[in-house]
């Protein structure tokens, strides 16, 4: 009998959630995600440090021998996703996402001129656009930015996604892709309600069908990923969506998981749904961004956790350049 993953590859797009280049090989997916968190913990695995060390070599060589360490770290930080995101496309068929700093999700105009700068590092290394997605936290200025990134033909890819409201200003702003966190969604309703979800009653699957049945209701080009599983019957719950992106500890449980899999979303069901439109603007989405507790803290505790995991990126640069004087 088939595994689960084989059978979801049928009528889903499967990308790896990871920044290890050895399972990105092992498991062959379409596409690749990375965050700074998962980028973090690659740069410091032994097989990557080559990586890390090249990077901070070219940086040195930009800076010149009078920036500081803290400079040159700074200045490597900004291509080392890049880095990784080359790598990872020679082992994808499909599509690399490279995040835009966390820190930067509340500014327009420094969210787009990061965009550029990312794009221009894939353009630099001969890497077609339609390759690469620009990763954006769902902000309503994130969101603006990405807007006028695709008339610019940069693709854009809208993460830390909770709510209805940030998905609708997504597919209004003609957005390629978003990724809703399911899990993340999960823990906030475990914690606030202190039960337990069997699978079908998942508040993040309910929340990823919601969205998923929205765009295809109303013909939104923008498509759904499906992004921080918990466990692989989330997963199963959203057999159907667009893509969804999945750890390699869950891609190894799906491989080895045999079972009959049953399509769940499904675009020709969305069609027959009593569906009402909602029109989006700033006001809108504000008003229902603040009554919608979990989308309110999950967002800004998204936020906060990718900037912390870029500090301590940026920390981590600076130590390896410290060793790499004291090696020469």
Excluded at 38 to 65: F, W
Excluded at 210 to 226: L, R
Excluded at 228 to 249: M, Y
Aim: charged share 30%; proline share 3%.
């Amino acid at each position: 009998m088939p595994t689960l993953l084989e059978q979801l590859r049928q009528f889903t797009t499967v990308v790896a959630d990871s920044g290890d280049i050895n399972s990105i090989k092992k498991f062959k997916p379409q596409d690749s995600t990375t965050n700074p968190s998962l980028i973090a913990a690659a740069a410091q695995m032994p097989e990557y440090h080559q990586i890390v060390d090249d990077t901070l070599q070219a940086a040195r060589k930009e800076a010149g021998s009078s920036a500081s360490d803290e400079d040159v770290a700074a200045l490597a930080f900004k291509s080392l996703a890049v880095e990784f995101g080359k790598k990872i496309l020679e082992i994808v068929p499909g599509r690399v996402s490279t995040e835009v700093d966390a820190r930067l999700s509340y500014d327009k105009e420094k969210t787009l001129e990061q965009a550029h700068d990312i794009i221009a590092q894939y353009d630099k290394a001969g890497i077609s656009r339609e390759r690469v997605l620009v990763k954006i936290a769902s902000t309503w200025e994130g969101i603006q930015a990405a807007e006028v990134l695709e008339k610019e033909g940069i693709h854009c890819n809208l993460t830390l996604l909770f709510g209805l409201h940030q998905a609708i200003a997504c597919a209004e702003a003609k957005v390629t892709l978003i990724s809703p966190f399911v899990g993340r969604i999960l823990d906030w309703y475990k914690k606030d309600t202190g039960k337990d979800y069997p699978s079908a009653d998942d508040p993040g699957v309910h929340s990823v069908t919601t969205v998923y049945n929205y765009y295809k209701k109303f013909d939104y080009k923008t498509v759904v990923m499906g992004a921080s599983f918990r466990n692989i019957g989330e997963i199963v719950e959203l057999a159907g969506c667009d893509l969804l992106t999945i750890s390699p500890k869950l891609l190894e449980e799906l491989d080895s998981t045999e079972g009959e899999l049953t399509r769940k979303l499904d675009p020709a069901h969305a069609k027959s749904l009593d569906i009402e439109k909602i029109p989006m603007d700033r006001e809108t989405f504000e008003k229902m961004h603040a009554h919608d507790r979990m989308a309110h803290d999950k967002l800004k505790e998204g936020i906060e956790g990718f900037s912390k995991a870029l500090e301590d990126l940026e920390k981590l640069l600076a130590k390896r350049l410290s060793e790499m004087h004291q090696l020469t």
